[in-house]
């Protein structure tokens, strides 16, 4: 099978490199890749949005199936784009543009999730029109209050305050157009107590579902969850507290429950649905879905199944999963992710960096690199490059991955030295 794979980040590297390990992977394109997913397949200059340009890739390349990594694509209609289109017609994972608006619009998401009973924080939509709503809304909480734009914005689009006065002003911000189209509306949501995790529901459309290993991911900048959000800067796969109790929960109470909801609305849906989840109690409840993998908890669920990924994405893609097999490493994953000096804020880039081979039983997975003119690996991106490790325990592929994490070199590198510390 000829594959093309849209993506650049972290996310994609680890997805290259489980399609890469296939015997079912005749050739592996990459769309524009990164330094390191050439150590996969081939990387091919054309961005994620240039539709025209994939198709024409397909069609050259001859592919008979495409992964889309990233949201923005899907929510945009690269999948009506290629159905529509004159030309070759791959196996497509990933959903339309009406499945995607689960993760492109909060409010959306928040109805779905009424409207077929899927546990989630109490909440209203505010726009223009009834901001004094919103306010008394954001009143009648306690803090810390969530304020959330109600579209794409690049994963900076929520706010948690613990002062109401902030909220209030945030919520006038936001609609005023501080997150530019993404915050005309905006959902305020009742703050939930509880512990994060991530979860990944493969779909095939028809009610054929494979739930791969749960992950909890780390998002503030600082050591001890401190700081500013970011994209992530590491991973656990499987967190303790996700156990099979838990877990039947998740099944039950919402994935399933989001399937059948989303064939109730005529949406066929073939791809990943990821399930942000908080364990309220010993109960999970939905923060929000997305349309695709998590990033950087795909660099660690996706080195831990075991069984060859192509057959279960094409069953996936083609309608039906059946018995497509999923098989997963008893070990645990640590994903730990360097990143630029100044991140999240404004960083440098084009910074020369040293790479060696991965310590045995550990793995790279570049996310903001690119091969300068000269051909040396530099950095591209403000989060740079994760280590993942596998190990028996929990603490033993930690302290694999922050070794691994050290032998990395380019100037300004910072980690949290604290991934997976508070599970230990």
């Given amino acids: 099978m000829r594959i093309l794979l849209?993506?650049?980040?972290?996310?994609?590297?680890?997805?290259?490199?489980?399609?890469?390990?296939?015997?079912?992977?005749?050739?592996?394109f990459i769309a524009p890749g990164n330094a390191g997913t050439g150590e996969y397949g081939t990387n091919v200059p054309v961005g994620v949005l240039d539709f025209e340009a994939i198709g024409a890739l397909i069609d050259a390349e001859k592919i008979d199936m495409i992964v889309v990594g990233p949201e923005v694509p899907l929510v945009k209609g690269i999948r009506e784009y290629l159905e529509d289109r004159e030309g070759r017609k791959p196996l497509i994972v990933g959903p339309g543009a009406r499945g995607a608006a689960l993760e492109g619009s909060k409010d959306f998401a928040k109805e779905f999730m009424g409207r077929y009973g899927i546990p989630t924080a109490r909440h209203l939509t505010v726009d223009a029109a009834n901001i004094a709503a919103g306010e008394a809304f954001l009143r009648s909480l306690q803090p810390p209050y969530v304020l959330k734009a109600d579209g794409l914005a690049a994963g900076k689009g929520v706010l948690i305050l613990d002062n109401i006065d902030d909220a209030v002003r945030e919520l006038h911000a936001m609609l005023a157009g501080s997150f530019g189209a993404a915050s005309a509306k905006v959902v305020i949501e009742e703050y939930l107590h509880g512990i994060e995790c991530s979860v990944f529901v493969l779909t095939d459309g028809h009610g054929g579902c494979r739930i791969l290993p749960p992950a909890k991911d780390y998002k503030r900048i600082g050591e001890g969850d401190t700081g500013l959000?970011?994209?992530?800067?590491?991973?656990?796969?499987?967190?303790?507290?996700?156990?099979?109790?838990?877990?039947?929960?998740?099944?039950?109470r919402i994935a399933i429950p989001t399937i059948r909801g989303l064939i109730a609305e005529g949406i066929d849906y073939r791809g990943f649905i990821f399930l942000g989840l908080m364990k309220v109690g010993s109960d999970p409840m939905v923060i929000e879905y997305n349309a695709r993998m998590g990033d950087p908890e795909t660099e660690a669920v996706m080195p831990r199944i075991t069984s060859d990924i192509v057959p279960l994405l094409a069953a996936a893609a083609a309608g039906n999963i059946g018995e497509a097999a999923l098989e997963v490493d008893p070990r645990t994953a640590v994903t730990v992710m360097a990143v630029a000096d100044g991140y999240p804020g404004s960083y440098a880039k084009g910074t020369p960096m040293k790479i060696g081979s991965a310590p045995a039983g550990s793995m790279y997975f570049h996310a903001g690199t690119a091969n300068d003119a000269e051909g040396r690996t530099v950095t591209a991106g403000g989060r740079v490059i994760a280590a993942t490790s596998l190990a028996p325990t929990l603490a033993e592929a930690a302290a694999m991955s922050f070794a691994a994490i050290d032998a990395v070199e380019y100037d300004g590198k910072y980690y949290r030295r604290d991934i997976a510390k508070d599970l230990i």
């Fill in 6 to 28: 849209i993506g650049s980040g972290g996310r994609e590297s680890a997805i290259a490199r489980s399609l890469s390990l296939s015997p079912e992977c005749e050739a592996l």
């Fill in 229 to 252: 959000n970011t994209g992530g800067m590491g991973a656990v796969c499987p967190p303790p507290f996700a156990d099979a109790e838990f877990m039947e929960k998740v099944k039950e």
